[in-house]
Protein backbone atom coordinates (compact mmCIF):
# COMPACT_ATOMS: atom_id res chain seq x y z
CA UNK A 1 0.00 0.00 0.00
CA UNK A 2 1.33 3.19 -1.03
CA UNK A 3 2.13 5.70 1.51
CA UNK A 4 2.14 9.56 1.31
CA UNK A 5 5.84 10.89 2.52
CA UNK A 6 6.77 14.81 2.97
CA UNK A 7 10.26 15.33 2.35
CA UNK A 8 12.41 18.96 2.44
CA UNK A 9 15.07 18.18 -0.53
CA UNK A 10 17.66 20.69 -1.16
CA UNK A 11 15.34 23.17 0.70
CA UNK A 12 12.30 22.47 -1.00
CA UNK A 13 9.32 20.44 0.52
CA UNK A 14 7.87 17.71 -1.42
CA UNK A 15 5.22 15.32 -0.94
CA UNK A 16 4.76 11.88 -2.84
CA UNK A 17 2.73 8.80 -2.89
CA UNK A 18 5.34 5.85 -2.75
CA UNK A 19 5.45 2.41 -2.11
CA UNK A 20 7.17 1.39 1.07
CA UNK A 21 9.73 -0.70 -0.69
CA UNK A 22 10.87 1.95 -2.50
CA UNK A 23 14.37 3.07 -1.53
CA UNK A 24 15.37 6.97 -1.16
CA UNK A 25 18.21 6.81 -3.83
CA UNK A 26 15.28 5.11 -6.56
CA UNK A 27 12.87 8.28 -5.11
CA UNK A 28 15.45 10.66 -5.40
CA UNK A 29 17.07 9.72 -9.04
CA UNK A 30 13.43 8.47 -10.19
CA UNK A 31 10.65 10.95 -8.76
CA UNK A 32 12.72 13.65 -7.81
CA UNK A 33 14.72 13.66 -10.75
CA UNK A 34 17.91 14.06 -8.86
CA UNK A 35 20.57 11.98 -10.85
CA UNK A 36 23.46 13.13 -8.77
CA UNK A 37 23.23 10.56 -6.44
CA UNK A 38 24.54 7.48 -7.99
CA UNK A 39 24.05 4.08 -8.00
CA UNK A 40 26.98 1.47 -7.75
CA UNK A 41 26.76 -1.57 -5.45
CA UNK A 42 23.25 -1.02 -4.36
CA UNK A 43 24.60 -2.86 -1.54
CA UNK A 44 26.11 -0.35 0.81
CA UNK A 45 29.79 -0.66 0.49
CA UNK A 46 30.88 1.94 -2.13
CA UNK A 47 29.35 5.14 -1.39
CA UNK A 48 28.28 6.46 -4.53
CA UNK A 49 24.72 7.08 -3.26
CA UNK A 50 25.63 9.08 -0.39
CA UNK A 51 23.18 12.02 0.74
CA UNK A 52 22.82 13.70 3.57
CA UNK A 53 19.67 12.75 5.80
CA UNK A 54 18.63 15.63 8.72
CA UNK A 55 22.83 16.44 8.48
CA UNK A 56 24.23 13.25 8.35
CA UNK A 57 25.81 11.63 5.35
CA UNK A 58 24.29 8.28 4.65
CA UNK A 59 23.75 5.24 1.96
CA UNK A 60 20.73 6.13 0.47
CA UNK A 61 20.65 2.54 -1.75
CA UNK A 62 19.93 1.36 2.45
CA UNK A 63 17.38 3.40 3.39
CA UNK A 64 13.79 2.92 2.45
CA UNK A 65 12.06 6.79 1.21
CA UNK A 66 9.40 6.35 3.91
CA UNK A 67 11.89 6.39 6.68
CA UNK A 68 13.00 9.61 5.12
CA UNK A 69 9.63 10.68 5.63
CA UNK A 70 9.44 14.72 7.46
CA UNK A 71 13.24 14.64 7.36
CA UNK A 72 15.51 17.07 5.12
CA UNK A 73 17.62 15.90 2.62
CA UNK A 74 20.86 17.31 1.13
CA UNK A 75 21.89 16.08 -2.55
CA UNK A 76 25.06 17.17 -4.09
CA UNK A 77 22.47 18.88 -6.34
CA UNK A 78 21.85 21.17 -3.23
CA UNK A 79 25.51 21.77 -2.02
CA UNK A 80 26.16 25.10 -4.69
CA UNK A 81 24.46 27.94 -3.57
CA UNK A 82 23.50 30.40 -6.08
CA UNK A 83 26.19 30.01 -8.84
CA UNK A 84 28.64 29.12 -6.45
CA UNK A 85 30.20 25.58 -5.46
CA UNK A 86 30.66 24.61 -1.77
CA UNK A 87 34.69 24.99 -0.62
CA UNK A 88 34.45 20.49 -1.15
CA UNK A 89 33.17 20.81 -4.78
CA UNK A 90 35.72 23.27 -5.91
CA UNK A 91 38.92 21.86 -3.55
CA UNK A 92 37.79 18.75 -6.18
CA UNK A 93 37.68 20.81 -9.28
CA UNK A 94 41.41 22.29 -8.28
CA UNK A 95 42.90 19.22 -7.25
CA UNK A 96 41.55 17.11 -9.89
CA UNK A 97 40.31 14.96 -7.68
CA UNK A 98 37.95 13.05 -9.86
CA UNK A 99 39.17 10.60 -13.25
CA UNK A 100 35.73 9.54 -14.14
CA UNK A 101 33.83 10.92 -11.79
CA UNK A 102 30.90 8.08 -10.79
CA UNK A 103 32.28 8.20 -7.26
CA UNK A 104 32.19 12.15 -7.10
CA UNK A 105 29.04 12.93 -5.53
CA UNK A 106 29.14 10.26 -2.90
CA UNK A 107 32.71 11.52 -1.86
CA UNK A 108 31.84 14.61 -2.01
CA UNK A 109 28.79 14.16 0.72
CA UNK A 110 31.41 11.84 2.88
CA UNK A 111 34.24 14.85 2.62
CA UNK A 112 31.51 17.50 3.65
CA UNK A 113 30.14 15.23 6.56
CA UNK A 114 33.85 15.16 7.94
CA UNK A 115 35.00 18.36 7.47
CA UNK A 116 31.65 19.24 9.41
CA UNK A 117 32.52 17.48 12.26
CA UNK A 118 36.27 17.37 12.04
CA UNK A 119 37.40 21.13 10.21
CA UNK A 120 40.82 19.99 9.97
CA UNK A 121 42.01 16.36 9.95
CA UNK A 122 45.06 15.12 9.14
CA UNK A 123 45.48 12.72 6.38
CA UNK A 124 44.55 9.51 7.78
CA UNK A 125 41.36 11.03 9.42
CA UNK A 126 40.45 12.01 5.83
CA UNK A 127 41.56 8.14 5.01
CA UNK A 128 39.05 6.78 7.86
CA UNK A 129 36.84 9.89 6.77
CA UNK A 130 36.26 7.91 3.15
CA UNK A 131 36.67 4.67 4.18
CA UNK A 132 32.71 4.24 2.94
CA UNK A 133 33.28 5.57 -0.62
CA UNK A 134 34.96 3.61 -3.20
CA UNK A 135 36.53 5.58 -6.35
CA UNK A 136 37.09 2.25 -8.87
CA UNK A 137 39.89 4.79 -10.60
CA UNK A 138 41.58 4.04 -7.54
CA UNK A 139 42.46 7.98 -7.95
CA UNK A 140 42.83 8.63 -3.62
CA UNK A 141 46.03 10.52 -3.81
CA UNK A 142 44.26 13.51 -5.12
CA UNK A 143 40.77 12.94 -2.96
CA UNK A 144 42.83 13.36 -0.11
CA UNK A 145 44.60 15.96 -1.46
CA UNK A 146 41.20 18.03 -1.92
CA UNK A 147 39.65 16.72 1.05
CA UNK A 148 42.87 18.40 2.80
CA UNK A 149 42.69 21.49 0.84
CA UNK A 150 38.77 21.98 1.46
CA UNK A 151 39.38 22.12 4.88
CA UNK A 152 41.96 24.89 4.47
CA UNK A 153 39.38 26.83 2.70
CA UNK A 154 36.51 26.21 4.96
CA UNK A 155 38.80 27.52 8.32
CA UNK A 156 40.39 30.70 6.43
CA UNK B 1 17.74 -5.52 -5.76
CA UNK B 2 14.09 -4.49 -4.63
CA UNK B 3 12.51 -5.76 -1.65
CA UNK B 4 9.47 -7.62 -1.78
CA UNK B 5 6.00 -5.42 -1.12
CA UNK B 6 5.48 -4.54 2.84
CA UNK B 7 2.94 -2.48 5.08
CA UNK B 8 4.52 0.05 6.87
CA UNK B 9 4.03 1.21 10.09
CA UNK B 10 5.45 3.84 12.66
CA UNK B 11 4.46 3.42 16.22
CA UNK B 12 5.07 6.30 18.55
CA UNK B 13 5.42 4.21 21.62
CA UNK B 14 6.40 1.00 22.71
CA UNK B 15 3.12 -0.26 24.12
CA UNK B 16 1.58 0.75 20.25
CA UNK B 17 4.70 -1.11 18.88
CA UNK B 18 4.71 -4.34 21.15
CA UNK B 19 0.15 -4.49 19.78
CA UNK B 20 1.76 -4.35 15.85
CA UNK B 21 4.42 -7.25 16.44
CA UNK B 22 2.28 -9.31 18.71
CA UNK B 23 0.87 -11.55 15.95
CA UNK B 24 4.90 -12.54 15.26
CA UNK B 25 4.53 -11.60 11.81
CA UNK B 26 6.03 -8.30 11.50
CA UNK B 27 9.88 -7.25 11.66
CA UNK B 28 11.15 -4.32 13.39
CA UNK B 29 13.18 -2.35 11.92
CA UNK B 30 15.55 0.22 13.65
CA UNK B 31 18.69 1.56 11.56
CA UNK B 32 18.03 -0.77 8.76
CA UNK B 33 21.75 -1.28 7.93
CA UNK B 34 21.46 -5.40 8.46
CA UNK B 35 17.65 -5.39 7.61
CA UNK B 36 17.49 -3.52 4.53
CA UNK B 37 20.29 -5.50 2.72
CA UNK B 38 18.39 -8.53 3.87
CA UNK B 39 15.40 -7.65 2.52
CA UNK B 40 17.22 -5.83 -0.85
CA UNK B 41 18.57 -9.95 -1.63
CA UNK B 42 15.09 -10.84 -0.47
CA UNK B 43 16.78 -13.22 2.27
CA UNK B 44 14.20 -11.22 4.62
CA UNK B 45 11.10 -10.89 3.22
CA UNK B 46 8.00 -9.38 6.29
CA UNK B 47 4.76 -8.93 5.34
CA UNK B 48 5.46 -6.07 7.94
CA UNK B 49 7.70 -3.54 9.22
CA UNK B 50 7.42 -1.77 12.01
CA UNK B 51 9.86 1.26 12.31
CA UNK B 52 11.15 2.15 15.52
CA UNK B 53 12.33 5.75 14.92
CA UNK B 54 9.50 7.21 16.02
CA UNK B 55 8.86 5.39 19.33
CA UNK B 56 9.55 7.66 22.31
CA UNK B 57 12.20 5.86 25.59
CA UNK B 58 14.66 4.07 22.82
CA UNK B 59 16.97 7.45 22.05
CA UNK B 60 18.86 8.67 25.04
CA UNK B 61 22.25 7.93 26.81
CA UNK B 62 22.23 8.34 30.58
CA UNK B 63 23.74 7.37 33.72
CA UNK B 64 22.39 5.95 36.84
CA UNK B 65 23.73 3.14 39.66
CA UNK B 66 26.73 2.54 38.30
CA UNK B 67 25.78 1.78 35.13
CA UNK B 68 25.26 3.67 31.72
CA UNK B 69 22.35 2.97 29.87
CA UNK B 70 22.19 3.25 26.28
CA UNK B 71 18.98 3.45 24.39
CA UNK B 72 18.43 1.15 21.68
CA UNK B 73 18.00 3.29 19.01
CA UNK B 74 21.16 4.88 19.95
CA UNK B 75 23.31 5.10 16.77
CA UNK B 76 26.49 3.87 16.77
CA UNK B 77 27.92 7.76 15.90
CA UNK B 78 25.80 8.68 18.77
CA UNK B 79 27.33 6.12 21.19
CA UNK B 80 31.38 7.08 19.72
CA UNK B 81 30.82 10.66 19.96
CA UNK B 82 29.70 11.12 23.05
CA UNK B 83 30.91 12.38 25.55
CA UNK B 84 29.85 10.57 28.28
CA UNK B 85 30.62 7.19 27.11
CA UNK B 86 33.86 8.59 25.78
CA UNK B 87 34.89 9.00 29.46
CA UNK B 88 33.22 6.25 31.70
CA UNK B 89 33.34 3.73 29.22
CA UNK B 90 36.27 4.35 26.77
CA UNK B 91 36.02 0.60 25.66
CA UNK B 92 31.81 1.06 24.11
CA UNK B 93 33.06 4.34 22.08
CA UNK B 94 36.46 2.99 20.92
CA UNK B 95 34.35 -0.04 19.61
CA UNK B 96 31.39 1.87 17.99
CA UNK B 97 33.99 4.21 16.34
CA UNK B 98 35.31 0.74 14.28
CA UNK B 99 32.30 -0.57 12.69
CA UNK B 100 31.67 -0.11 9.46
CA UNK B 101 32.04 3.42 7.57
CA UNK B 102 31.03 6.79 9.34
CA UNK B 103 27.61 6.46 6.54
CA UNK B 104 26.79 2.82 8.58
CA UNK B 105 27.75 4.38 11.76
CA UNK B 106 25.41 7.02 11.15
CA UNK B 107 22.05 4.92 10.76
CA UNK B 108 22.84 1.96 12.00
CA UNK B 109 21.97 1.60 16.03
CA UNK B 110 23.11 -0.52 18.93
CA UNK B 111 19.98 -2.42 19.58
CA UNK B 112 19.60 -3.74 15.88
CA UNK B 113 23.29 -4.58 16.15
CA UNK B 114 22.62 -6.41 19.23
CA UNK B 115 19.34 -8.30 17.57
CA UNK B 116 20.72 -8.78 14.76
CA UNK B 117 23.67 -10.89 16.68
CA UNK B 118 26.19 -11.51 13.64
CA UNK B 119 28.56 -13.72 14.94
CA UNK B 120 31.50 -10.88 13.16
CA UNK B 121 29.85 -7.94 14.47
CA UNK B 122 31.72 -5.44 17.11
CA UNK B 123 30.13 -4.60 19.71
CA UNK B 124 29.94 -8.46 21.27
CA UNK B 125 32.95 -8.33 22.01
CA UNK B 126 33.08 -5.44 23.81
CA UNK B 127 29.47 -6.12 25.35
CA UNK B 128 30.63 -9.71 26.51
CA UNK B 129 34.14 -7.83 28.26
CA UNK B 130 31.81 -5.16 30.08
CA UNK B 131 29.34 -8.03 30.97
CA UNK B 132 26.60 -5.74 29.59
CA UNK B 133 22.97 -6.87 30.29
CA UNK B 134 20.45 -6.21 27.97
CA UNK B 135 17.14 -4.62 28.78
CA UNK B 136 13.89 -6.12 27.26
CA UNK B 137 10.29 -5.12 26.70
CA UNK B 138 7.37 -7.21 26.03
CA UNK B 139 3.62 -7.71 26.79
CA UNK B 140 4.22 -9.38 30.57
CA UNK B 141 6.80 -6.62 30.96
CA UNK B 142 10.27 -5.33 31.40
CA UNK B 143 13.44 -7.82 31.89
CA UNK B 144 17.02 -7.30 31.59
CA UNK B 145 19.18 -10.24 30.37
CA UNK B 146 23.02 -10.50 30.61
CA UNK B 147 24.75 -10.74 27.14
CA UNK B 148 26.19 -14.23 27.57
CA UNK B 149 22.34 -15.51 28.01
CA UNK B 150 21.35 -13.00 25.07
CA UNK B 151 23.91 -14.14 22.00
CA UNK B 152 22.96 -17.92 22.07
CA UNK B 153 24.08 -18.50 18.59
CA UNK B 154 24.91 -17.26 14.82
CA UNK B 155 22.00 -14.69 14.33
CA UNK B 156 19.77 -16.14 17.58
CA UNK B 157 19.23 -14.46 20.23
CA UNK B 158 17.56 -14.55 23.45
CA UNK B 159 14.82 -12.39 22.20
CA UNK B 160 11.29 -13.87 22.39
CA UNK B 161 9.14 -13.17 19.27
CA UNK B 162 6.82 -9.73 20.47
CA UNK B 163 9.71 -8.63 22.45
CA UNK B 164 11.97 -5.16 21.68
CA UNK B 165 14.92 -4.30 22.88
CA UNK B 166 14.92 -0.79 24.80
CA UNK B 167 18.77 -0.66 25.75
CA UNK B 168 22.02 -1.77 26.65
CA UNK B 169 23.41 -1.26 30.28
CA UNK B 170 27.49 -1.20 30.53
CA UNK B 171 29.13 -0.91 33.90
CA UNK B 172 31.16 2.51 34.50
CA UNK B 173 34.48 1.92 34.28
CA UNK B 174 36.52 2.33 37.41
CA UNK B 175 39.47 4.79 36.79
CA UNK B 176 42.53 3.24 36.08
CA UNK B 177 41.20 0.60 33.65
CA UNK B 178 43.00 0.10 30.72
CA UNK B 179 40.67 -1.37 27.67
CA UNK B 180 41.12 -2.17 23.97
CA UNK B 181 39.12 -3.60 21.07
CA UNK B 182 41.56 -4.89 18.22
CA UNK B 183 39.94 -6.42 15.16
CA UNK B 184 41.04 -8.15 12.19
CA UNK B 185 38.93 -6.63 9.67
CA UNK B 186 37.75 -7.70 6.31
CA UNK B 187 37.78 -4.26 4.08
CA UNK B 188 35.69 -4.61 1.92
CA UNK B 189 32.66 -4.84 4.75
CA UNK B 190 34.52 -3.73 7.65
CA UNK B 191 33.55 -7.08 9.64
CA UNK B 192 35.82 -8.58 11.74
CA UNK B 193 37.30 -11.55 10.88
CA UNK B 194 38.32 -11.63 14.28
CA UNK B 195 37.72 -8.91 16.92
CA UNK B 196 38.92 -9.18 20.83
CA UNK B 197 37.92 -6.57 23.75
CA UNK B 198 39.68 -6.17 26.81
CA UNK B 199 39.34 -4.65 29.95
CA UNK B 200 42.65 -4.55 32.16
CA UNK B 201 42.71 -3.74 35.98
CA UNK B 202 46.20 -3.93 37.98
CA UNK B 203 46.65 -3.79 41.68
CA UNK B 204 50.19 -3.53 43.05
CA UNK B 205 52.05 -4.30 40.00
CA UNK B 206 49.87 -7.16 38.87
CA UNK B 207 47.07 -7.93 36.94
CA UNK B 208 43.79 -7.99 39.38
CA UNK B 209 40.71 -7.99 36.96
CA UNK B 210 40.67 -9.35 33.42
CA UNK B 211 37.95 -9.38 31.11
CA UNK B 212 38.31 -10.76 27.55
CA UNK B 213 35.24 -10.63 24.89
CA UNK B 214 35.90 -12.23 21.31
CA UNK B 215 33.94 -11.77 18.24
CA UNK B 216 34.23 -13.35 14.19
CA UNK B 217 35.55 -16.49 16.04
CA UNK B 218 32.92 -18.67 17.26
CA UNK B 219 28.82 -18.84 16.45
CA UNK B 220 28.31 -16.52 18.73
CA UNK B 221 30.68 -14.01 20.61
CA UNK B 222 31.90 -15.39 24.14
CA UNK B 223 34.23 -14.95 27.19
CA UNK B 224 37.49 -16.28 26.99
CA UNK B 225 37.50 -17.08 30.78
CA UNK B 226 40.66 -19.23 30.30
CA UNK B 227 42.85 -15.91 28.98
CA UNK B 228 41.25 -13.95 31.71
CA UNK B 229 42.52 -16.71 34.42
CA UNK B 230 45.64 -17.27 32.90
CA UNK B 231 45.99 -12.95 32.88
CA UNK B 232 45.34 -13.11 36.72
CA UNK B 233 47.99 -12.36 39.09
CA UNK B 234 50.65 -11.56 36.60
CA UNK B 235 52.85 -8.18 35.86
CA UNK B 236 51.25 -8.89 32.28
CA UNK B 237 54.88 -9.17 30.83
CA UNK B 238 54.93 -9.93 26.85
CA UNK B 239 55.11 -13.78 27.81
CA UNK B 240 52.50 -13.41 30.47
CA UNK B 241 50.30 -11.92 27.12
CA UNK B 242 51.35 -14.76 24.71
CA UNK B 243 50.40 -17.39 27.41
CA UNK B 244 47.01 -16.04 28.22
CA UNK B 245 45.89 -15.24 24.68
CA UNK B 246 47.46 -18.99 23.40
CA UNK B 247 44.46 -20.32 24.82
CA UNK B 248 41.72 -18.04 23.90
CA UNK B 249 39.98 -20.35 20.69
CA UNK B 250 40.33 -22.70 23.04
CA UNK B 251 36.93 -24.94 22.97
CA UNK B 252 35.52 -23.22 20.15
CA UNK B 253 34.36 -24.35 17.14
CA UNK B 254 36.11 -21.97 14.55
CA UNK B 255 34.16 -20.06 11.83
CA UNK B 256 35.36 -21.13 8.20
CA UNK B 257 34.20 -18.98 4.82
CA UNK B 258 35.94 -17.38 2.05
CA UNK B 259 37.87 -14.77 3.87
CA UNK B 260 39.78 -16.71 6.87
CA UNK B 261 39.53 -20.51 7.53
CA UNK B 262 38.84 -22.00 10.72
CA UNK B 263 42.79 -22.31 11.92
CA UNK B 264 43.67 -19.21 10.29
CA UNK B 265 40.91 -17.75 12.56
CA UNK B 266 42.20 -19.18 15.98
CA UNK B 267 45.79 -17.95 15.06
CA UNK B 268 44.60 -14.38 14.34
CA UNK B 269 42.47 -14.20 17.61
CA UNK B 270 46.01 -15.05 19.91
CA UNK B 271 47.89 -12.66 17.66
CA UNK B 272 44.54 -9.47 17.98
CA UNK B 273 43.87 -11.17 21.33
CA UNK B 274 47.44 -10.57 22.28
CA UNK B 275 47.76 -7.47 20.75
CA UNK B 276 44.52 -5.66 22.55
CA UNK B 277 45.64 -7.18 26.00
CA UNK B 278 49.07 -5.80 25.46
CA UNK B 279 47.56 -2.25 24.58
CA UNK B 280 45.14 -2.73 27.50
CA UNK B 281 47.65 -3.94 29.82
CA UNK B 282 49.79 -0.18 28.67
CA UNK B 283 46.85 1.93 29.20
CA UNK B 284 46.35 0.25 32.67
CA UNK B 285 47.20 2.31 35.33
Known amino acids: MKRQISVTINGRTRTDEVEPRLLLIHYLREVC ?47 ASNGTLHPVQEAFWEEHALQCGFCTPGMIMAAKQLLDRNPAPDDPEIRHGIEGNLCRCTGYQNIVAAVRSAAAKMSA | MIAQD ?39 APGHVVDLSRVAGLSGISEAGGAIRVGAMMTHYEVESSALVRARCTLLAETAAMIGDVQVRNRGTMGGAVAHADPSADYPAALQALEA ?10 RVVSVDEFFVDTFTTGLEPGEIITGIEVPVEPEGTGVSY ?27 FARVGVTGLGSRAYRAAGVEERLAGTAGSASDIANAAAVIADGIDANSDIH ?5 RAQMARVFGARAIQAAVNRAA
Open chain 1, 33 to 79: GLTGPHIGCETSLCGACTVEFNGQAIKSCTMFAVQADGGRVTTIEGL
Open chain 2, 6 to 44: FNYSTPATIEEALGLISGGEAKLLAGGMSLIPLMKLRLA
Open chain 2, 133 to 142: RVTIAGAAGT
Open chain 2, 182 to 208: QKMLQPASGFAIVGVAVRIRKEGGVIS
Open chain 2, 260 to 264: ASAAY
